[in-house]
């Protein structure tokens, strides 16, 4: 058996099953290994930048990871901003990126580049294997490390002839680390700030698995219990939104409107979020977007079980899970007329089916925040989670095939974001996915004519130059078309409606070019 | 005067004048500093690895470094395989990566990376600016770094309250380092190889500047003197082809080809080359692809004058410059019915116009060494540099660019490689450039079918899977069109020839998609 080899049954016994990739020269045993031995889904990517989204959006659905499998070097670097927003996001990843011959290395041949350092900068674990005999045994740590709680990107580097030697070993599954334990002085802390008398009021801030399954209705219930409130971090990688859930409000994005709703705050408990700071610098305003008098309280970091932090404080503060209230489905007719914000989340909340997936790169339209969807039927909302652009198309192809295929994604997708990663419209056409993408088309950067404004006056023509999209006019039901993808354009919501109803009874991709 | 304006004047005065850019919030104080001071051409690239591949194509036909603009950290990823064949290349390019306020940085905000880290991997100068003050000494130092024989990247990152805050102050330029002499002991080490008897021969082995100006004339000059043969490296990042220059032979790509190809030598003579190594190593295949009892001998390194090197050992041995022989346009039919290589070359060489630039990504079909192209008219060639796919379609564009629009750019882009980087096409169409794209369509990864079989075996269903690009077919007339390229498709060669003809009429853009 050689490295390669090893790898794919040590990936299998793990219960890593599916393999995103676009493999190189160097990666070439893995794929063979992969025509020896069956069980692995392989989807292929046309840019690294698809595959290592594609591999964030499937663990956020199936709740585990996948692995990638990646070019050495720049082959790495190309999949590295979506690594980042896995990375921020706590996704579990495992990246098999091939390498240069041990031997060959000192070569410096053209193609070598530091693929170790390129790791380290959005990865928990690195490591490069040196022999076909470690292969398992890396394969099972990186396995490990990919599955601590709640999850982190882990990166095995593995030589060309560590792949192709022969002595490669199976490796038993790890288990995983068990989180680390709710701290019980955390706990007695927060429950003190809870019941503690002052001017402002108490906040429950919650982020990662604080947001999922009983956490929002035990949040709920400390609050009523305690006259605290209850708020989502602004970047969060996976909220269950609509009917029978809790309408959690997010912190807001820019740094005023932040200011302003976490003004009421004195006392801020994070359960898995981190202290709201703004999302850059900026002259003459405050990073922190939280009162400077406000005492920040750490219930439970993010690779601590924040339902389980949040169990132990409703048990202390004498609080039970409080179901969310009814909400039923907005029964006005849906909005007409050219698309606004408003418009749009309303439309999508009547027409998301019961299970569905929203996928927001939104930027600037739609928010996505919209109360709107409190209303719609239950479903699930991912979205941009370390701010590194272009993740909409890849993270929407990944759900689907995390979802097995079985639960429509609809994604809301600027256009100036998504054209940082269109390729991943291949994919889903290649896997017949049930995809629905709407193009947000104002055919601009919207979003930096707003951060322009931020450093004072008007635009000048250089400006508008850098930051328009329109010059010519992207066509999106061509590029679509062109990876196979059917498209059709509308700038009304009446119009989007219909292409949206009529892309949920397909079985495959479908794109929606919403000029806005 | 803030940080970000003493960049732009300290820029222009140091002869940067054209600024590729994917700009974001860090960077917009510089945009707004292009808005107030008159001089850059700016030109946007929807994705980085578009804006890096432009400034490469630029440098290697401007002679000159341009400006990048990119966005901190996962921005800069997305640039950094162009950079990579950059760096292989010797292009010299700044680039500007805007950055997290200092006081913001420790916060931890979630588009915070290590961007020093991503930079080094790839820049030969790195630095992050501290203040307003500090920031037109460091874009000098910058600049001299970039313009370091025969070009360097430099990395110059500019958190975002240096650039706002005041107290910028403009530097003046700084002259770059002279090219480290010719060693004289080198220049007499290689004329006593030269003069040397031995079983087998000399080579001169050429790359860099080596190949440009009088270097082809030198090197033969020499070897007809004393009856050594000339070479140059595989990987150049410029070469002059067709009447009246050099046929030059390049080491080929695969280990079997270039062994063959350098057996009859015991002696060979770098200038400006480095060793003949493969580019990945192989089972059971030599890295090394030359002889193994030859001596090598640097007569000059590719941060030496190559011309000069070439020019002391003619001197030594006696030799001088040997005018290229008489080379006539081909006069025979062109070549029609269905595309193969040598036709291709031949339709190309019969029309490519003088002063052309032929940028060549073809990967797996077309080669690109046929000696057709030698009785072209005069052209430039350039061509991957570093092995990162997905440069083919940016290098052109910036070429076309650092050509002022005066030279057509014809590019040969296998299907596969060029998906990563097709957001180009925009750019080209925005900016009107006289860029003409053949896509060679096989639908396939082509060239690991070639290294799959390297491994051994017939490829299972699970390789063919990933290497193929027919499921579904890509429609490049419609991706063309959608970046608002007019396009067309073909499958013979008398086709190619009737559409390339076409383009060269035209002022912009034009994309024929051959099927191969």
Not at 153 to 181: F, K, N, Q, R, Y
Not at 200 to 223: E, F, H, K, V
Not at 313 to 335: H, I, K, W
Request: charged share 15%.
């Amino acid at each position: 058996m050689n490295g390669a080899e090893s790898l794919v049954h040590t990936l299998l016994k793990s219960g890593i099953d599916t393999c995103f990739a676009n493999p190189g020269t160097s990666e070439m045993h893995f794929v063979a290994a992969l025509d020896r031995i069956p069980g692995m889904h392989c989807v292929l990517g046309l840019h690294e930048t698809v595959v290592t989204g594609m591999a964030d959006g499937y663990a956020r659905i199936a709740g585990k990871p996948a692995c990638t499998l990646l070019h050495c070097g720049p082959g790495l670097a190309n999949g590295i901003a979506n690594l980042h927003n896995a990375r921020r996001g706590r996704s579990g990843i495992v990246n098999i990126v091939g390498d240069q011959a041990t031997y060959h290395r000192p070569l410096d041949a053209p193609l070598t580049a530091d693929t170790e350092a390129l790791a380290r900068v959005v990865s928990a674990w690195v490591r490069t294997t040196q022999t076909p005999q470690e292969v398992g045994r890396d394969t099972a740590e990186a396995v490990r490390a990919a599955r601590t709680h709640p999850g982190q990107v882990a990166t095995l580097i593995l030589p060309a002839d560590a792949s192709w030697g022969d002595g490669g070993e199976v490796a038993e599954p790890l288990p995983a680390a068990a989180a680390p334990p709710v701290d019980p002085a955390a706990v007695d802390g927060a429950a003190r700030l809870l019941r503690g008398k002052g001017e402002g009021r108490t906040l429950l801030l919650l982020a990662a698995d604080a947001l999922l399954g009983d956490g929002p209705s035990l949040a709920y219930g400390i609050a009523a219990a305690t006259g605290a409130d209850v708020m989502a971090q602004f970047l969060t990688g996976n909220l269950q939104r609509g009917q029978g859930r809790w309408p959690l409000a997010r912190v807001p994005y820019t740094v005023e409107a932040a200011l302003e709703a976490l003004a009421p705050y004195d006392r801020i408990i994070q359960v898995g979020a981190t202290p709201p700071v703004s999302f850059f610098g900026y002259p003459g305003k405050p990073s922190q977007m939280f009162p400077p008098q406000a005492v920040l309280h750490v219930l439970s970091r993010p690779d601590q079980d924040g339902i389980a932090a949040l169990r132990a404080l409703a048990d202390e503060v004498g609080a039970t899970a409080l179901p969310p209230p009814q909400s039923n489905a907005d029964s006005a007719p849906l909005p007409t007329g050219a698309p606004h914000a408003e418009g749009l989340a309303r439309v999508l909340a009547a027409l998301v089916p019961e299970g569905g997936i929203i996928c927001e790169e939104s930027v600037s339209f739609g928010g996505g925040t919209g109360p709107a969807y409190d209303a719609a039927a239950p479903h699930t909302w991912i979205s941009l989670t370390g701010g590194a652009i272009g993740d909409g198309f890849p993270l929407a192809t990944g759900a689907a095939i995390g979802a097995g295929g079985q639960r429509r994604v609809i994604s809301l997708q600027a256009d100036g974001s998504g054209l940082y990663s269109l390729q991943a419209l291949w994919t889903q056409a290649r896997e017949r996915l049930p995809c629905t993408t709407i193009v947000l088309a104002n055919r601009r950067y919207q979003i930096l004519l707003g951060e322009y404004a931020g450093v004072g006056a008007n635009p000048g023509p250089t400006a508008m130059d850098m930051l328009d999209l329109g010059n010519p006019v992207i066509d999106w039901i061509a590029l679509a078309r062109g990876f196979g993808v059917e498209a059709a354009r509308t700038d009304t919501l009446e119009g989007l409606a219909d292409l949206l109803r009529a892309s949920l009874l397909r079985d495959g991709p479908f794109l929606i070019e919403l000029v806005i």
